[in-house]
């Protein structure tokens, strides 16, 4: 399985304080089946994204873990006006490693008006947006259909793996399932934090997927997209 969003790095923003920790996340998720991670520090108003910075520490950490899993380097880029602006500038200094794919997230409190340019702009450039977590906004949660325009737009969708253990709310995870219903989740991430609450562990939810949409659909969420966006390729 490839984890194509997760919160490894150490002292970067609210992912592990420590390398140990770190370490110990990186091993979770190897004992989980996790073969690749794609560490994602945040970009926003509280924490400030040095890709160079960020890279030096990504290699720190492959060295101490060794080559399990493999690691690369991505971000969990905020959709505010000046991420906007910067990413129509400069998209590789926040995509996932050196391929067309970003992740984005919405603030919980508001949908940047012009976001429906932004995103066909983005897609125009050659970059694909991965909104993450629709799942779990509030704002989304009430009105999901506007995924599905936004899929329209050239956008792909990653749900939180634990959404479908029950670690998100009943609300949640019916978002999660609809979605799911309308073919508008591509990827299953973790959004890993640490190693108890928020854990690197994506074999739970893919046994539920599986057992409630298929295999087919459970390897598309969590090995053939995310294999796609370490290569570089369109999603089948």
């Not at 194509?4 to 370490?23: F, N, R, T, Y």
């Not at 991670?37 to 101490?64: C, G, I, W």
């Not at 990827?187 to 057992?211: C, G, N, Q, Y």
Request: glycine residues 4%.
């Amino acid at each position: 399985m490839i984890d194509i969003h997760c919160h490894i790095l150490p002292e970067v923003d609210d992912g592990p304080k420590s390398w140990e920790v770190a370490e110990a996340m990186c091993r979770r998720a190897a004992a989980d089946g996790i073969e690749h991670m794609v560490a994602t520090p945040h970009s926003n108003d509280r924490y400030f994204y040095d890709r160079e910075y960020l890279s030096k520490l990504l290699h720190e950490l492959q060295r101490r873990i060794g080559d399990k899993p493999v690691l690369s380097i991505g971000c969990d880029f905020h959709l505010s006006y000046e991420n906007m602006q910067s990413a129509l500038q400069t998209p590789e200094r926040y995509r996932i490693a050196n391929s067309r794919y970003l992740l984005v997230e919405f603030s919980n409190f508001s949908i940047p008006p012009q976001v429906d340019e932004w995103f066909t702009n983005m897609n125009h450039a050659g970059t694909t947006p991965i909104i993450t977590h629709p799942e779990r906004n509030p704002i989304l949660q009430e009105s999901p259909q506007r995924v599905l325009e936004w899929i329209e737009l050239g956008c792909t969708v990653q749900v939180t793996a634990s959404v479908f253990t029950g670690s998100w709310g009943a609300r949640a995870r019916q978002v999660a399932g609809w979605l799911l219903q309308k073919k508008a989740v591509h990827f299953l991430a973790t959004d890993a934090h640490d190693t108890e609450r928020r854990p690197p562990v994506l074999s739970a939810a893919r046994k539920i997927v599986t057992k409630q949409y298929g295999e087919a659909t459970a390897h598309a969420l969590v090995e053939a997209n995310p294999r796609a966006v370490m290569n570089d390729q369109p999603l089948a």
